[in-house]
Each structure stands twice: as C-alpha cells, then as structure tokens.
C-alpha cells in the first residue's frame, strides 16, 4: 500500500487545517489509521487514530477538543480537522496503517505502512 498525506501548510495561530491521508493499492477496510507528527529534534509522536470498521477514534490529551479524525469510505481517504492549531503544534505530520489493538493503538510500533508525511507550521 502507498499512503499520500497532504493539506499541510503555514498558518497564524488559531487557524485551523484538514490534512488528507489517501491510500493506493488497497483499502483500509480492516486497517486503524494513525495520525502521527514529529518536530524537529522529537520523536514521532501520536496525534490521533481511526479504526475504519466501526469508527473508533483515538486522540492524544494535548490534541483533544481542537483535532478531529474522521473517514470517507467512497473515497478510501482519512482526514485530521485541525482548529484552534498553536505553535506547538508545528511538525510534520505523517499518516500511518497498522492492527492495534486498544491498548497499543497509541504506541509508533503498531503500524507499519507510512505515508511521506506533510508540514504543518504554526506561526505566532
């Protein structure tokens, strides 16, 4: 499978983003999809997930009530709404399938196929 991330840019504090993760080669039926982000000199760190059969979703404590991540099945494509985005937010962001289950569904190891990931940058 190919993943293709993309809707990354520069926004002022406060904007908001949509970033797109689309697959090629399959589908994500089966599959949770994970939103990860890595800034410079950190590690890659969880943002967010989406079990594709049955919706299950998955939020880290500093993005909860700001993030949202949702599915489109007709067009195999999970999307992370970004509102009230801070500096801190600043990395980039890269999409991710795997089969966690619950309680590993926050843990990099998980998944295995990766997108090329996409910038989001946050200015004061």
């Known amino acids: 499978v190919q993943l293709q991330a993309s809707g990354g840019g520069l926004v002022k504090e406060g904007a908001s983003l949509r970033l797109s993760c689309a697959a090629s080669?399959?589908?994500?039926?089966?599959?949770?999809v994970g939103w990860f982000h890595q800034a410079p000199g950190k590690e890659r760190e969880f943002v967010a997930a989406i079990r594709w059969s049955g919706g299950n979703t998955y939020y880290a404590d500093s993005v909860k009530g700001r993030f949202s991540i949702s599915r489109d099945s007709a067009k195999n494509t999970v999307y992370l709404e970004m509102n009230s985005l801070k500096p801190e937010d600043t990395a980039v962001y890269y999409c991710?399938?795997?089969?966690?289950?619950?309680?590993?569904?926050?843990?990099?190891?998980?998944?295995?196929?990766w997108g090329q990931g996409t910038q989001v940058t946050v200015s004061s």
């Open positions: 991710a399938t795997g089969r966690p289950i619950a309680s590993t569904v926050r843990a990099r190891v998980s998944y295995y196929d």
């Open positions: 080669g399959r589908t994500f039926s089966g599959y949770t």
